[in-house]
């Protein structure tokens, strides 16, 4: 058996006009964690910003559960220091008979506890990837690793245009936005907020605020915000000792201080604990693609 013989997920067509969305079992639910869905521009530092809140998260004594649902599977390398093997990888090698599996084949303890699973995806132009983070968390369940969990963060890969992109929605609480201070970063959050609204008429998630990143600046950022009704919840500037920690495979805990970074540090411990104590969501409505054109930028 491949992925390819694998039956395909049932469609949905209850999210928008002219949706085609893939919908996971409604069985398979979280329960019990706070669970939030990261998504920004392709390159916008997702999964540093996962990465970091998760490590974040764990300061404050929480069970930290990360997901990356990229292909190139690099979401949780900063905290396991190692490219992880993906779930995808995992079933292939017993013919996708998941019983088989252990918790260990999938989940690898990173660093201060948070515990990392790359989803991976199907071979490129062959399959969902709706359908990998349905089986992921499928997979968590049955082994019990949900229940001992306080926080799921889903580190989701770039623009949303399709119902694998978005499936992550289907159970996350909050969504939040990672974007820059520039076009075309603004004009992907556009889209994603269009996507989480579409996804809120069914679904309890809700969008949880825009964290700005890699920017010295929010100006523009924060006028589109005003302009379609959500907020700036963070503001993580460009700095150097973030792209390396990168290279250095580390959390920005695990670097060394320094009056910039101990910035960049307590904001993300602000974050955490202002996402763990609040509830509060935005009904933002999102443009047009030529009204946000028109409306960015300079005349």
């Given at each position: 058996m491949t992925l390819l013989d694998l039956p395909r997920s049932p469609l949905h067509h209850e999210d928008g006009e002219g949706s085609v969305q893939v919908k996971l079992d409604p069985k398979v639910k979280i329960d019990g964690a706070k669970v939030f869905a990261i998504y920004g521009k392709g390159g916008i530092g997702k999964s540093t910003t996962s990465s970091n809140l998760s490590a974040a998260f764990s300061k404050l004594g929480k069970r930290v559960l990360q997901i990356g649902c990229d292909p190139k599977h690099d979401s949780t390398f900063t905290l396991t220091k190692k490219l992880m093997p993906t779930v995808i990888d995992v079933l292939e090698q017993v013919n996708f008979h998941s019983e088989e599996l252990r918790p260990e084949d999938y989940v690898y303890e990173g660093y201060n506890g948070v515990m990392c699973?790359?989803?991976?995806?199907?071979?490129?132009?062959?399959?969902?990837?709706?359908?990998?983070?349905?089986?992921?968390?499928?997979?968590?369940?049955?082994?019990?690793?949900?229940?001992?969990?306080?926080?799921?963060?889903?580190?989701?890969?770039?623009?949303?245009?399709?119902?694998?992109?978005?499936?992550?929605?289907?159970?996350?609480?909050?969504?939040?936005?990672?974007?820059?201070?520039?076009?075309?970063?603004?004009?992907?959050?556009n889209r994603i907020v269009a996507a989480i609204k579409a996804k809120s008429k069914n679904y309890q998630v809700r969008l949880g605020g825009v964290i700005a990143n890699r920017s010295e600046n929010t100006d523009e950022i924060d006028r589109f915000n005003a302009a379609i009704g959500i907020e700036r919840v963070a503001h993580f500037p460009q700095l150097d000792v973030i792209r390396k920690s990168r290279l250095k495979k580390s959390t920005l805990f695990e670097m060394e201080q320094s009056p910039e970074l101990d910035k960049v540090l307590a904001e993300y411990m602000r974050l955490a604990a202002s996402l763990l104590a609040g509830d509060k969501n935005y009904d933002a409505v999102p443009m047009k693609d030529r009204d946000i054109f028109d409306f960015l930028g300079f005349d």
């Open positions: 699973v790359e989803a991976g995806g199907p071979p490129a132009g062959t399959g969902c990837g709706g359908y990998v983070v349905g089986q992921t968390v499928k997979l968590l369940k049955e082994h019990h690793l949900l229940e001992d969990t306080d926080v799921v963060i889903f580190d989701v890969l770039g623009d949303v245009v399709c119902g694998g992109f978005a499936a992550p929605l289907q159970h996350a609480e909050r969504a939040l936005i990672v974007t820059a201070n520039d076009f075309d970063s603004i004009f992907a959050m």
